[in-house]
């Protein structure tokens, strides 16, 4: 994660509501619109009470017609700042491990990084730079507000350098063969400015790949997953939108491809003299953007009502309710559906998490160990790919809750 725009706080005033972020088009289309949500979702408080005053804003998120981009048109980045408080990793388990070790296994090979330099924007807690630059072979400096170096957590460090800051103008003078942005872009505003800024970082350097991971909104668009929305993510992109984006600011996009059961675009790119044009099959997507913009809203209010009433009859009905996950996909069922004590607490395997409480609703985060003190009759997964590994969790426990994932 960064906040690139802290950097750009002289040009705030580019991200005009009436104009697209990416092609700079008139925007007036709002597909979405929640009120008072946490400016953070996966920052971590101490107490319930810090939880419930915590900042909020309004989202309003607008459609560009013309590149399929979609934004938070009310977004202010004057609340956000990242700091050594925040707890992204999901490094904590193993069906995320495994997706990291192979992707790095095919960022090492398609970039031929032996030997040569990596640099990471938004590396977070350089978990996943370590991991390729290790088994790569290759020396890498990350860069990130957000890292701390914890205890026991970056043992094996491997060739690897971190500057805990944010990436903007200072940092145009790095040089690197690979430059990788993992899930980054979707909390920049002024994405075009951004990506602006790394071609002319790579210069004139022909060779270099640039790497991005942003997740895909397309995806979100088709399944209501509103709890994918939320105040940080205030850049929303389908495959093609990413690809129009780096075609425009002179880059050959090589290779687009969706992984992680779809839900994040993977993209690979080459410097390029000027501005190229579409030639890979996910790219053609702004039609079906289109369509999915025009009935989203209906689509979206109907998910959340059948939430809504899912799990206030089950409380209703005594049944006790825990979502697993205590991320920022948790926090904005959580906010989103305006949940209180029909929620009993979200479970995390990730220890840094746990004892803590969710931003806004001020829910207990509880290792999954504490469920046995207070045995779960529901047990809602923020996300359908952790279904078995949490399914086996909870047998290990000998706990038999009904499961289900959004
Ligand atoms: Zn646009």
Partial sequence: MNSFDLHMASNSKA?????????????????????????????????????HAFPRRDLDLAFCEACGFIFNKAFDETVMGYSTNFEESQHFSSTFNNFAKGLAREIAQKCAIAGKHVLEIGCGKGEFLRELCISGGATGLGIDPAYRADKGRNDEYGDVKIIVDF??????????????????????????????????MIGKRTQDWAVFETPDAKRVLVESAFWDIYYEHCSYFSPGAHARLFRQEGFDVTDLELVYDNQYIVQYARPSAGRTTPRLPLEHDLEVMHRLAET????????????????????????????????????????????GDEVWAAVDINPYKQGKFT????????????????????????????????????????????????
């Fill in 15 to 51: 991200l005009r509501p009436a104009a697209c972020p990416c092609c700079s088009a008139p925007v007036s289309r709002s597909i979405y619109r929640v009120e008072s949500i946490p400016v953070h979702s996966c920052v971590l408080l101490n107490s319930a009470q810090a939880a």
């Fill in 167 to 200: 990436f903007g103008p200072d940092y145009q003078h790095l040089q690197a063969d690979t430059v990788l942005c993992r899930h980054t872009l979707e909390h920049v505003s002024s994405v075009s400015s951004f990506v602006r800024l790394i071609r002319k």
């Fill in 296 to 339: 989203f809203p209906a689509r979206v209010r109907a998910v959340q009502n059948s939430w809504q009433e899912r799990i206030r009859a089950a409380h209703a009905a005594g049944r006790r309710v825990v979502l697993w996950g205590g991320g920022s996909k948790a926090v904005s069922f959580l906010t989103t559906l305006q949940l």
């Fill in 359 to 406: 931003p806004g609703t001020g829910h207990p985060v509880i290792a999954p160990s504490d469920l046995l003190d207070t045995p779960p009759d529901l047990v809602i997964v923020m996300n359908p790919i952790y279904l078995n590994e949490v399914a086996q969790s909870l047998k290990a426990l000998d706990l038999r809750p009904e499961i289900v994932a959004v």
